[in-house]
């Protein structure tokens, strides 16, 4: 990637080819950093074919039950490409030749659809859970982390690593939960948004934040306070 900094400075990172990254690895800041380092100008991907056959398997369960089979599940050299849990049942994506996403639906319970008229029903009407105008947060813990016990309405994602929050419960409470499991928890939309969208940071941590910020954009030129009021 390349990027127009504070300084008026054209700045590269990485390359085009994989693993040939040296140091700190600024692209992956770039990625977290929401403009407030500098302006991106170009950005290299990568990019994989579409698998030849993609199948979701169904099954229903509890969430003790579903994180502990996804943790489980993601151990093995499945063509697991997706794990959520919807609050009744956990959908499992397959991925990869037919041979072998097959003679893995065949042996899992539950029932089987293919992925893309999923997502094609889902681009029509999205997820009625995303639907609702409660606050919704958006919880980033270790994967095996139990359910959290939070009031409201919950949905699994990434294997059990992101966790939807829909309802109510104060700032203090989601955060707190996060935190304790060693995660971090954002306003992701709805609720007061007067004070940090985004999960406070650690002393520690803040310093380093200013310092880079310093770093790049020594002015304060690129979007202050989007992530919090100091930067």
């Known amino acids: 990637m390349r990027l127009l900094n504070g300084r008026a400075e054209v700045l590269r990172f990485g390359g085009e080819v994989m693993k040939n990254v040296a140091g700190y690895d600024l692209s992956r800041l770039m990625v977290g950093a929401m403009g407030t380092l500098g302006v991106l100008l170009d950005v290299s991907v990568k990019v994989l074919p579409r698998p030849p056959v993609e199948i979701t ?4 369960g509890s969430p003790s039950e579903v994180i502990e089979a996804m943790n489980r599940w993601a151990g093995r050299p499945l063509p697991l490409s997706a794990a959520a849990f919807d609050g009744e049942h956990l959908h499992v994506r397959l991925s990869g030749t ?16 293919r992925w893309r ?15 609702s105008g409660l606050p919704l947060w958006r919880l980033s813990v ?4 139990r359910p959290l016990g939070l009031p409201g309405k919950e949905l699994i994602d990434w294997g059990g690593a992101q966790r939807w929050l829909l309802g109510d419960a104060p700032a203090g409470q989601v955060r707190g939960a996060a935190a304790a499991a060693g995660g971090h928890a954002t306003l992701f939309r709805g609720g007061d948004r007067s004070g940090d969208v985004f999960h406070p940071l650690a002393p520690a941590v803040a310093a380093l934040h200013r310092r880079l910020k310093a770093a790049f ?3 304060h030129l690129f979007n202050c306070g989007r992530l919090y009021a100091d930067l």
Do not use: K, N, Y
């Open 217 to 219: 954009d020594p002015d």
């Open 57 to 60: 398997v169904r099954r229903p």
């Open 98 to 113: 037919e041979s072998g996403v097959r003679a893995r639906a065949a042996s899992s319970a539950g029932s089987r659809r």
């Open 142 to 145: 270790p994967a095996a982390t």
């Open 117 to 131: 008229r999923l997502l094609a029903a889902a681009a029509r009407s999205p997820h009625a859970f995303f639907q």
